[in-house]
T-cell receptor
Framework: EPEVTQTPSHQVTQMGQEVILRCVPISNHLYFYWYRQILGQKVEFLVSFYNNEISEKSEIFDDQFSVERPDGSNFTLKIRSTKLEDSAMYFC???????????FGEGSWLTVV | QKEVEQNSGPLSVPEGAIASLNCTYSDRGSQSFFWYRQYSGKSPELIMFIYSNGDKEDGRFTAQLNKASQYVSLLIRDSQPSDSATYLCAVTNGNTGKLIFGQGTTLQVKP
């Protein structure tokens, strides 16, 4: 069964460092997302991406964050100058159609120390 | 602020019983409704989705949607200990396609 894959599964980084989280969405999907979940809290939308551009972003997704689809398969989330409060599980997700079922990757657990 | 509300629980049911999980949403423009299961430390796993008013059944799971009341529920029949998890309700608005999640209801199925 096709799945969304994410790397790394866990990353520890020093405060102020840059982090890149990588994702390979399901191959025939056209809509890509990043969500995050701080420990004990709800899953929060960060950004959606379609046709090589951001279609929507939340207020969390400020200038510290960026997304890119560098080739035909990868979808990345870059977090610049990480802060302690960026520690969370980051989920990549994709869907075939707008408003359709969204499938999640296994997540990348980011710990900022 | 568009919200999705769930009782955080825990909801405890004995093995073999029916578990009933409820969710309300504030945005009347919401068009698609999803239930995800999340085990601790894991990613959300799709259980059911429903688009139209009424019931939708899939195995032991039934999703119910009432758009007039802005209410969606998930029934789990013959609950098993392996069903113990947090169940996330999520809705999308056709304009955005993004999921808005509730905080989740923790279900405990006791043998």
């Amino acid at each position: 069964e096709p799945e969304v894959t994410q790397t790394p599964s866990h990353q520890v980084t020093q405060m102020g460092q840059e982090v890149i989280l990588r994702c390979v969405p399901i191959s025939n999907h056209l809509y890509f997302y990043w969500y995050r979940q701080i420990l004990g809290q709800k899953v929060e939308f960060l950004v959606s991406f379609y046709n090589n551009e951001i279609s929507e972003k939340s207020e969390i997704f400020d200038d510290q964050f960026s997304v890119e689809r560098p080739d035909g398969s990868n979808f990345t989330l870059k977090i610049r100058s990480t802060k302690l409060e960026d520690s969370a599980m980051y989920f990549c997700a994709s869907s075939e159609a707008h408003g359709g079922v969204i499938y999640f990757g296994e997540g990348s657990w980011l710990t900022v120390v | 602020q568009k919200e999705v509300e769930q009782n955080s629980g825990p909801l405890s049911v004995p093995e073999g019983a029916i578990a009933s999980l409820n969710c309300t949403y504030s945005d009347r423009g919401s068009q698609s409704f999803f239930w995800y299961r999340q085990y601790s430390g894991k990613s959300p796993e799709l259980i059911m989705f429903i688009y139209s008013n009424g019931d939708k059944e899939d195995g032991r799971f039934t999703a119910q949607l009432n758009k007039a009341s802005q209410y969606v529920s998930l029934l789990i029949r013959d609950s098993q200990p392996s069903d113990s998890a947090t169940y996330l309700c999520a809705v999308t608005n056709g304009n955005t396609g993004k999921l808005i999640f509730g905080q989740g209801t923790t279900l405990q199925v006791k043998p």
